[in-house]
């Protein structure tokens, strides 16, 4: 049987085996399911948004913290490299793998390349921070444009200046130590063959365990998962 929670599963480990997503036909070679059933499967994940496809497609574009694409975040490791979405999902990737990883991005996505270590579960390099320009509540109105927006800055001058640059709303600010904090929160349940995504009561929850108390961290009272 295809569910939500083992095509997940499957796409992750596969991603972290072998750097990319499986196909739908290596997807229901590893289920032991029909083709038809996978990309319905897929179809259901993405209504889920526990996976983002390509348009007219079944193939995988994004599965968090994953890109299939490439992006401002390159995460390598002794076992693999790999695209995160976003500062944020970057972190994830890190904290999925719990290995030592160098983090490869630029200031504010424009031209100044910097590089963030993460050994034996710490952030070397903890002096930088991560903007959050877009509400929770409207991430996934267009996600990949959300994670877009996640980016490493030197510090919150920075940030109000790109901000001004771009004409894009200054959301919340935090430290890159936090959020990495956060992030093994957040992401530590996403290898577990059971995955669920985080109801709303419990993102809230992790949310204020972390102190993310700006505005645009608050979601509503939806019974959806975020």
């Known amino acids: 049987m295809v569910t939500n929670a083992n095509l997940h ?11 990319f997503a499986p196909s739908a036909d290596q997807l229901a070679n590893m289920l032991n399911a029909s083709v038809e059933d996978i990309e319905q499967g897929l179809l259901t994940l993405q209504e889920y948004h526990g996976v983002v496809l390509h348009p007219n497609s079944f193939k995988v574009w994004v599965i968090h913290p994953f890109s299939l694409a490439p992006t401002h975040f390159y995460v390598q490791s002794e076992t693999g490299e790999w695209w995160g979405n976003c500062a944020w999902c970057s972190l ?3 904290a999925i793998l719990k290995q030592d990883v160098l983090i490869s991005t630029v ?34 109105d267009n996600v990949i444009y959300t994670c ?17 640059q771009h004409n894009i709303p200054k959301g919340d600010v935090q430290p890159i130590d936090k959020i990495w904090a956060f992030a093994q929160a ?41």
């Open 92 to 94: 994830g990737v890190a």
């Open 107 to 140: 200031i504010g996505g424009q031209t100044k390349p910097i590089q963030i270590n993460i050994r034996d579960g710490a952030i070397v390099e903890s002096n930088y921070c991560i903007h959050f320009p877009i509400p929770m509540q409207q991430a996934w």
């Open 186 to 226: 957040w992401y530590g349940n996403h290898l577990n063959p059971n995955w669920q995504k985080w109801t709303i009561q419990e993102a809230k929850e992790l949310f204020d365990r972390f102190g993310l108390q700006h505005e645009v961290w608050a979601l509503g009272n939806s019974e959806e998962r975020f």
């Open 9 to 19: 599963f499957n796409i992750l480990t596969a991603i972290i085996d072998n750097g």
């Open 148 to 164: 877009s927006t996640m980016l490493v800055f030197e510090s919150e001058s920075q940030v109000d200046e790109w901000c001004s």
